[in-house]
């Protein structure tokens, strides 16, 4: 298993990648298909750790985002 600063900075690579392979044409198209993205990866623990364990796991990032995370926007620019 890589280390959870490996699996940060592929993880950030992974998004940028879909976010670019989606086409997005605003900053609403961008938070709409991350929205899908986040979904899609918590039906996925769900599968792998059960019900339970992926609520809290996804309860506990809204509640880093909602703690932690500035509220001043990222600088937005065009991915590589």
């Known amino acids: 298993m890589i280390t959870a600063a490996e ?3 592929l993880a950030k690579q ?3 990648d879909y976010v670019n392979a989606c086409h997005c044409q605003t900053e609403e198209d961008v938070a ?3 929205m899908k993205l986040a979904s899609i990866c918590g ?3 769900v599968a792998v750790v059960g019900h339970a ?3 809290a796991r996804m309860q506990g990032t809204t509640d880093y985002i909602s703690e932690k ?3 001043t926007p990222w600088k937005v620019t065009k991915a590589n």
Request: charged share 10%.
């Open 7 to 9: 699996a940060e900075i």
């Open 14 to 16: 992974a998004m940028t």
């Open 32 to 34: 709409n298909v991350l």
């Open 43 to 45: 039906i996925g623990m």
């Open 53 to 55: 364990d992926a609520v």
């Open 69 to 71: 995370v500035s509220t």
